[in-house]
């Protein structure tokens, strides 16, 4: 059975930073791209980070500069380091993997920026 467990949200406030992490079970993560969703409330889903199996790193506009995405195979523990938080990087956390055109999800973690 395939698990991604997030962690790591919070109330920050603003220019705080967070460390987020992914947890995955039941998949060989090491061949798995990953990525950092994020959804506010009634918005959509967007992407905010990816990573690929062999360490290629791609970010939305927003996140460059602040956030950083990496993975710990011998951990099966992705993570996403975020610096300088907005208000408006308030939002629940995902992380997604992918192989194969599978996609699986996690149930996310809420980040809230606020004073």
């Known amino acids: 059975q395939v698990r991604l467990v997030e962690s790591g949200g919070d109330l920050v406030q603003p220019g705080g930073s967070l460390r987020l992490s992914c947890a995955a079970s039941?998949?060989?993560?090491?061949?798995?791209?990953m990525g950092w969703f994020r959804q506010a409330p009634g918005n959509e889903r967007h992407l905010v980070a990816t990573i690929t199996r062999d360490g290629s790193t791609n970010y939305a506009d927003f996140a460059k500069g602040r956030f950083a995405i990496s993975r710990d195979n011998s951990k099966n523990t992705l993570y996403m380091q975020m610096f300088s938080l907005k208000p408006e990087d308030t939002a629940v956390y995902y992380c997604?993997?992918?192989?194969?055109?599978?996609?699986?999800w996690g149930q996310g973690t809420q980040v809230t920026v606020s004073s």
């Open positions: 997604d993997a992918v192989f194969g055109g599978n996609h699986y």
């Open positions: 039941g998949i060989i993560f090491r061949i798995y791209d």
